[in-house]
């Protein structure tokens, strides 16, 4: 079983088994980088305007010490699309990598990294994930599958990557054809296709309210752990079953079992599903003076002056909003983040109070970081998605009428 589960990670960071979306992104500085040190005279001459941008973005954004001869670099190049966001798979010089495999789901597609490398989307003056530029609008789901396209050309037998992938969207027109009311499908987990034709996923879909309840399906002598009342499908032959069925049925080895049990323990998948259940609160700039809450709608300015009320508002978030934020939320695991947390490696003063909450159906998150830089810079690229989070937040709600008709007043600090 060893030897089989090496290779199914070999494939699933290689060629798109497993879910994967084509292709694995080369370690740091590996000679197979497909586009070596910006540094370089050489390469340079292989840079387009884009490319280049987004390598000065980088660098600025990251601090990157150039002046010391670090450097950032391109892995993979994806393009600039429609919306004016660049795509590529960064890394630098100077950047320390954690061994671990992990994933990310957008649009159907999951993205399999080898280590704390991730895809880099450059939007405006700021990086998001490629699961947050998703989910923000700055890419379509075309914008994602021609990401998808790429990798899958970096891959032994693009070809074949490639149908890997698009089987993940078999699924979702196979639900939304089975279930016409359960609304738009999407992919919790995909465990893969199987020699016998069955592909194997947890889904998810819009119309569809999953039980909270914590439950067992015990298939051979395996034991399979949900913490709502979804549960593994198989498709086989336009036909969906229970992993119990389509094992009774043959659909399913004693081998195949094996593997989908790996995955179902190794994979971290998303744990929001109704938005309608869903709001966050934050507390941020300098020493925590403006707030929002999304469940009540107060939006405070400031509130270390005389008349708070002046600086107060009711700003009730757009459905649209909503749903962004929402599945915003839904990539990113806050409840493995520290209820204290220091995501800035050097502290300056004054700093940024940072409270962000969390709230879904009667469970409430806090995370609260009380010295934040106000660089935004985070220490590794966990209190990177924090910060990022927070910032995302800060940016939509004072983008807003409501928050540009407050009082502005001067700061004054010790």
Request: glycine residues 6%; hydrophobic residues 35%.
């Amino acid at each position: 079983m060893k030897k089989k589960l090496a290779l199914w990670l070999a494939l699933c960071l290689c060629a798109g088994i497993g879910g994967s979306a084509c292709g694995t992104p080369s370690q740091g500085n590996s000679e197979s980088s497909l586009i070596e040190s910006a540094s370089s005279s050489t390469s340079e001459e292989t840079l387009d305007e884009n490319q280049r941008t987004i390598i000065t973005a980088y660098e600025e954004y990251y601090e990157v010490d150039t002046e010391n001869g670090d450097y950032a670099y391109i892995l993979q190049y994806y393009g600039k699309f429609d919306s004016g966001a660049i795509v590529a798979l960064m890394s630098s010089s100077d950047e320390m990598y954690l061994e671990v495999v992990w994933e990310e789901t957008i649009a159907g597609y999951d993205f399999s990294y080898g280590n704390s490398n991730r895809i880099q989307v450059l939007y405006g003056m700021h990086f998001y994930t490629l699961s947050q530029a998703y989910a923000l609008g700055y890419l379509t789901e075309d914008d994602v599958f021609e990401v998808v396209k790429i990798r899958c050309e970096d891959t032994p037998n693009p070809e074949e990557a490639l149908q890997w992938a698009l089987k993940r969207r078999t699924v979702l027109n196979a639900i939304e054809t089975t279930y016409p009311d359960a609304g738009k499908a999407s992919i919790r987990v995909f465990y893969g296709l199987f020699n016998s034709g069955a592909i194997v996923a947890m889904l998810d879909a819009e119309n569809y309210d999953f039980m909270d309840v914590e439950w067992t399906e015990t298939v051979g002598d395996k034991e399979f752990k949900y913490s709502d009342s979804n549960q593994i499908l198989v498709l086989y032959e336009n036909a969906f079953y229970s992993l119990t069925e389509a094992y009774d049925k043959k659909y399913i080895s004693e081998y195949d079992l094996g593997d989908i049990y790996f995955t179902h323990y190794n994979h971290h998948y998303l744990i929001y599903e109704n938005y309608s259940e869903f709001s966050f609160a934050l507390t941020w700039n300098t020493y925590g003076v403006s707030s929002y809450d999304s469940q009540t709608g107060v939006l405070i300015k400031r509130n270390d002056v005389e008349n708070v009320e002046e600086c107060t508002a009711i700003y009730p978030l757009t459905e649209e909003q909503k749903r962004k934020v929402f599945e915003y939320f839904r990539t990113v695991n806050f409840d493995a983040f520290p209820d204290e947390y220091e995501p800035c490696e050097n502290m300056s003063v004054p700093c940024i109070t940072l409270v962000l909450t969390i709230r879904y159906g009667d469970k409430v998150k806090t995370i609260t970081a009380n010295c934040v830089n106000y660089d935004y810079i985070g220490k590794n690229p966990s209190a990177q998605t924090f910060l990022d989070t927070c910032k995302m937040l800060q940016e939509m709600l004072e983008g807003t009428d409501a928050w540009k008709d407050l009082p502005d007043y001067p700061y004054y600090y010790d």
